[in-house]
């Protein structure tokens, strides 16, 4: 199966701040790649999808980047709503398969 | 507005059944396939299963190939998902997502129930 790490695992930073965060795919996975928001006791937002693509009524200080085995999401200038873990997903190959996640805390 | 409500969980013994549901609404249900996705307390997404809109194609994990089983009623907007052979391991909270695009499965999970806890334990 396709292995997917993320960096850092926890990202501490102060709102107004640009976070960058990172997703590694142990094969290509062409530009088949999802980043996804999850809030304590909530479920899993989608965010962007196909690398780069925001999904519907994700704002547009989040965006996506990459290809191949190395991808980004870039939040341009956090908001207090922003802190929260963040994974990434592939859909390349079967299984579908998650990154273990990066949390970004305030600092 | 589209709505997915899991039901279903709870404490069930090792070796033991239990079957999960998930009631759709808010979009053209038999046009989108329906995935399982879990997270054990503490820890990351496991994508588990997904059925087509038409149930010709499921696709499972390796960690429940075997052992779990999904299903849908077309006719009630409802998804299942039998789990038999419960493990400690298979303790997280079931969520019911939808694939984001019409046709055969895609992969990316754009709407997300509010998920059911299964607890497996003696």
């Known amino acids: 199966e396709i292995v997917l790490t993320q960096s850092p695992a926890t990202l501490s930073l102060s709102p107004g701040e640009r976070a960058t965060l990172s997703c590694r795919a142990s094969?290509?996975?062409?530009?088949?790649l999802a980043w996804y928001q999850q809030k304590p006791g909530q479920a899993p937002r989608l965010l962007i999808f196909d690398s780069s693509n925001r999904a519907t009524g994700i704002p547009a200080r989040f965006s996506g980047s990459g290809s191949g085995t190395g991808f980004t999401l870039t939040i341009s200038s956090l908001e207090a709503e922003d802190f929260a873990v963040y994974y990434c997903?592939?859909?390349?190959?079967?299984?579908?398969?998650f990154g273990p996640g990066t949390k970004v805390d305030i600092k | 507005q589209v709505q997915l409500v899991e039901s279903g969980g709870g404490v069930v013994q090792p070796g033991r059944s239990l079957r999960l549901s998930c009631a759709a609404s808010?979009?053209?249900?038999?046009?989108?396939?329906i995935h399982w996705v879990r997270q054990a307390p503490g820890k990351g997404l496991e994508w588990v299963a997904v059925i087509s809109y038409d149930e010709t194609n499921k696709y499972y994990a390796d960690s429940v190939k075997g052992r779990f089983t999904i299903s849908r009623d077309n006719s009630k907007n409802t998804v299942y998902l039998q789990m038999n052979s419960l493990r400690a391991e298979d303790t997280a909270v079931y969520y019911c997502t939808k694939d984001h695009l019409a046709g055969d499965p895609a992969g990316y999970f754009d709407y997300w129930g509010q998920g059911t806890l299964v607890t497996v334990s003696s």
């Open positions: 997903q592939q859909r390349s190959k079967w299984p579908f398969t």
């Open positions: 808010g979009f053209t249900f038999i046009s989108f396939g």
């Open positions: 094969q290509s996975v062409t530009n088949y």
